[in-house]
């Protein structure tokens, strides 16, 4: 595991590049929103999910209205993302509990948010961050990856990750890590062909040397 003071240079490194205001990839104007977005989210980018909750949105202003809807026509309406049937299902049947046991309103525990279909740690982490404020420490495919290669973590499995991340960063950071290392992921770390030429935080990477 890389050291403490590595950690503070990597993420002095992140800061400068990237700043630190907080922000989110996916438009969203609630909870409610941001909640189904980040379902619809899963396995699909961003940027289409964006597209599709456009117009989704004012057919399903709200959890009242999302728990009645048909099934077939919700996945009509987001057909054209991955596993579009099984997040239809899921939208349905979270939707129903937010309706009969919190109101029509999003909770904001990690035990609550998880109880609901279709929402992970992940999904629970970013409703918890970016809505409620909490510090918490998202784990997806590009923080999974990178956070290994830069030796934060020896861990695979993304709740050990997401654990190993709360020890080393900084509260102020948890939030930030995540939205830093997606952006670093997209532009320069990539999966397939990583710009390591282009790379600001190289003398780091376990795997370039």
Wanted: with cysteine; charged share 25%; net charge negative.
């Amino acid at each position: 595991m890389i050291n403490d003071c590595h950690v503070n240079e990597i993420l002095e490194l992140l800061d400068k590049q990237y700043g630190t205001e907080l922000y989110c990839f996916l438009e969203y104007k609630n909870a409610y929103e941001l909640l189904v977005a980040t379902i619809l989210a899963a396995q699909c980018t961003d940027a289409r999910v964006n597209v599709v909750t456009k117009h989704l949105f004012p057919h399903y202003p709200d959890a009242f209205a999302l728990a009645k809807a048909d099934v077939g026509e919700l996945e009509e309406e987001i057909h054209e993302l991955g596993f579009f049937r099984a997040k239809a299902r899921n939208l349905i049947a979270m939707a129903r509990i937010l309706v009969e046991k919190h109101n029509g309103e999003v909770p904001g525990t990690l035990e609550e948010l998880t109880e609901l279909p279709g929402v992970g740690r992940k999904t629970a982490n970013v409703i918890r961050g970016n809505v409620y404020h909490v510090p918490s420490v998202v784990v997806d495919t590009h923080v999974k990856r990178i956070t290994k290669r830069l030796g934060l973590t020896e861990n695979t499995e993304p709740e050990k990750i997401e654990y190993d991340l709360m020890r080393v960063l900084p509260e102020d950071h948890w939030i930030l890590w995540n939205l830093h290392i997606i952006t670093f992921g997209r532009t320069i770390c990539t999966a397939q062909r990583p710009k390591c030429s282009e790379c600001f935080l190289s003398q780091y990477c376990q795997e370039s040397h």
